[in-house]
């Protein structure tokens, strides 16, 4: 099993950043990516950004694009996300996601961290 442990969030006014982190730990030796996906009240989660371990390929949602930015630490087991320019949709619950190698999906999730924007 990976554990995921969330670090960051908050409450921020319209146009502010945020740095989010997320530490694996456990079998991390079976990742091969990390993402990051977010829920707005009332609304599906939806995926944000992803990167793989191997060979650093990064993706993103089109509605972050430019804005948010995920990297990763493959020694430390760490991903982060920092997040420019936020809009007041951006409020939701931020997770942090693993991917097994050969997976093609993600099959680990952390805890969660709310990130509120005021306009």
């Known amino acids: 099993q990976v554990q995921l442990l969330e670090s960051g969030g908050g409450l921020v006014q319209a146009g502010g950043s945020l740095r989010f982190s997320c530490a694996a730990s456990?079998?991390?030796?079976?990742?091969?990516?990390m993402g990051w996906f977010r829920q707005a009240p009332g609304k599906e989660r939806d995926f944000v950004a992803h990167?793989?371990?191997?060979?650093?390929?990064?993706y993103y949602a089109d509605s972050v694009k430019g804005r948010f930015t995920i990297s990763g630490d493959n020694a430390k087991n760490t991903v982060y996300l920092q997040i420019n320019s936020l809009k007041p949709e951006g409020t939701a619950v931020y997770y942090c996601?693993?991917?097994?190698?050969?997976?093609?999906?993600?099959?680990?999730w952390g805890q969660g961290a709310q990130v509120t924007v005021s306009s």
């Open positions: 456990g079998r991390t030796f079976s990742i091969n990516a």
């Open positions: 990167v793989s371990w191997s060979g650093g390929t990064t």
């Open positions: 996601a693993a991917r097994r190698l050969g997976g093609t999906s993600y099959d680990f």
